[in-house]
Structure formats: structure tokens, C-alpha cells
């Protein structure tokens, strides 16, 4: 059974930078795509970064693009974003998904997610 597990979220001031990892378990992942998606109260879950396989392709939404840098290790089969200039409106549970390609990742499998909080 697929796993994907997250950490690395936190309380951070405004300014500053955190990096979550999202490990993956249970099942290979070759050949699929990951991503970081975000939810914050009250509103939809949106994807913010995303990578294929290789890692030569990258997106970025407008809000996080100059700032978060989606990375991954398939040897170590960890997804890896890394904020930096956070803002307060950064404040979100964040999840990590797979699925074959970028377009299909909302379909999952998903993480349980990471608390990310932001103080202004």
C-alpha cells in the first residue's frame, strides 16, 4: 500500500524559511510525478509545486514562484520543498501527492499532511 508521509512543517515568522520532505513507502514510484498542494481554513486545496520523475520538469504556482523550490531524491524516494520569504499567507496544511503525471496529481495518493504557520 502506497505511503506518502510528511514533515518538516512548523511556526515561522514572516521572513523566514522551513523545508518539508514528504517520504514515500510501500510502493515504487518510478516513473511518477509528485507535488506539494496547500490548504488553508476555509478554503481549497491547491497545487503550489510540482515535479515529473526526472525533475526536469518544474511548476510553480504564481503565488510561491521566486520563493519554493520543489526538489526530489528517487534514491531516497523523498519529495523535498524548501520556502524561503515566507508569508503569512503561506499558512496552510500542506500535502504531498503522486500520480503518473502533473495534471493527475489532485488525484493522489496524498499525505496526511504538515501543519505550516506563519507569523506576521
Known amino acids: 500500500q502506497a505511503q506518502l508521509v510528511e514533515s518538516g512543517g512548523g511556526l515561522v515568522q514572516a521572513g523566514g524559511s522551513l523545508r518539508l520532505s514528504c517520504a514515500a513507502s510501500g510502493r515504487t514510484f518510478t516513473n511518477y510525478a509528485m507535488g506539494w498542494f496547500r490548504q488553508a481554513p476555509g478554503k481549497e486545496r491547491i497545487l503550489v509545486a510540482a515535479i515529473t520523475w526526472s525533475g526536469a520538469g518544474t511548476y510553480y504556482s504564481d503565488s510561491v514562484k521566486g520563493r519554493f523550490t520543489i526538489s526530489r531524491d528517487n534514491a531516497k524516494n523523498t519529495l523535498y520543498l524548501q520556502m524561503n520569504s515566507l508569508k503569512p499567507d503561506d499558512t496552510a496544511v500542506y500535502y504531498c501527492?503522486?500520480?503518473?503525471?502533473?495534471?493527475?496529481?489532485?488525484?493522489?495518493?496524498w499525505g496526511q499532511g504538515t501543519q505550516v504557520t506563519v507569523s506576521s
Open positions: 501527492a503522486a500520480n503518473t503525471k502533473i495534471a493527475t496529481l489532485h488525484l493522489g495518493p
